[in-house]
């Protein structure tokens, strides 16, 4: 009879870590349920891999609890990371392993059982499209490649909770891209994913739900609509493309449409347009900007309203 | 209480603890056995041997006056020196690299303790380490079938290779020792060669000559028991014996006091270090942060 499991959780209790007088992390209290992607956001130095790290047991709390599926990893680590897939700080697998070796010593020691270590194995290389690798030493790879097979390693026991820290840091753009596209297919099997990131196009591409870490505290966390939502005062971003350059006059027309509060040029043939009034008000504005017959190409979701809420939260710190 | 998922931990055992450090033992040891240190350490151990063995062969005399002779200054002469160098070898980096390469970070996302990871790293450094300790061994063996024939191979070969196999542990202890104390790995690299080469008989001079006690805290002190089972009227007991010499030179007397370590106190003084320099490291490990 199947085991029952409750969803996967990730919950860190007033935790704080200190390097000396530096606070690197103060008092996060965060309670991560269900099988999503949520993005740990924040600058460099914010506190996210010291998360990571705490939620691992790497380093020890000066202050607090992390629990991973409601265990203490302080209390017990081996249980806690039982059903959770770590990949902290771009880790190096030892030069002389296959990627077969190295996911075989991952399974063994996981616990998978002899019988479906080699169909997980094959299956999680296939998802990091490296199965044509699997024999090569890993000495011999690009960072991108060792990247995808640390990503195949904390896949290979199915686990139910994903804890990446920034995955797609130090690639090059092709790498981050491949990266990304693994991430967003990882978001199809059930699981809870918990990434971090400094890359604002990362999290909004990949993650349902943010939470905007900086200096050590806990800015806010939620769905990135509802944030969106919150931090804009109703207001929503679209940019529009023209296939023409626009006259000066055409921006009085496009501030006129309706909904519309304001609009900047971000190039002669490529607008944004702030607006409110929510999907209703999104759509009066595409039938509005058509009805201009300025020669519209597309309209795209502006990703500058998360940015903006960002830039604007974290400088409040400042 | 939330909706059910599916999960490894519904389906999964993680092994128990002693479990896993066998596994890590032998995917470790296999790491060790394939990698360019184990070959280069074999490459250097055959070159110890033929430079032995053309010793031998050219002065001959008192070294094959007997089968005893030859297998304690062969045996006696060259394997502090293999296991010295087994240990930096394959402990130097054991635990620092890990921080330094940062093979630790795949290690430690597993559900895995931080105790199984340093015995199974410890144990796979001590077997790789003893395996290159055969190879001297072969080459002894081969050097005492040609003199003495393949029958004349002394008693006291196997209690100086069990002291040996005991040493290895001692001086793998401290070198993991040192290697959880620093996260660059040369440091330990440097440090336990260092120690071991001439730093403990330093001490150990220092001791005698100055303090005048039996240097039993030093484990130079008690390697010697690998070479004295071979000599005659030897001391088995768990104290050491007191020699105490009188030389003229010119008009000057001068005395001089040698320690010789019992064959059980030796043995007890390296399974100390071995136990305490071990303990040690593994706490150290157990407390260090992968910052």
Redesign the interface.
Known sequence: MPKLVTVPSIETRDLTKSFGHFTALNGLNLKIEGTKCVGFLGPNGAGKTTTLKLLTNMIFPTRGDALLNGVSVREDRKAALADAGVLIESPEIYPSLTPNEALEMVADLRGVPPAERAERIATVLGEVKMTEWADQKVGRFSKGMKQRINIAATLVHDPAVLLLDEPSTGLDPRGMAEVRAIVRDLKKSRRLIFMSSHILSEVVDVCDEVALIDRGKLLFYDTLENVTTRFSDGHASLDASFARPLEPADDARLAALPGVTGSQRLDPKRVRLRFQGGAGGQERLIEGLVGLHLGLLSVAESESALEEIYLQQISRGD | ???????????????V?SE?VF??TR?QLR?YL??RRFVALIAIIAVIGAILTALVAHFRGGLVSSNVAFYGSFWGGGIDLVIVLAAVFFGGDAIAGEFQ??????L??????RTTVYVGKFIAAYLAAAATMLVFLAILLANGAYYFGTGAVPWQLLLSLALALVYLGAVLGATFFFSSLFKTSAYGFVLTAILFLFGFTILQDVIVGLVKIEPWMVISYAESTIGNVFGSGVNWGIFGTKTTTTTMIGRMMVQSTTWTPGIAEGFVIMLGYLIGTAAVGLLLFERE???
Do not use: W
Request: no cysteine; glycine share 14%; hydrophobic share 35%.
């Open positions: 209480m939330g909706a059910v998922v599916d999960g490894a931990a519904g389906r999964l055992r993680v092994p603890s896993q596994k890590l995917y790491e394939r990698s390469n940062k093979t630790g970070y795949f430690m996302g597993l559900p895995i303790r942060e992968f910052t």
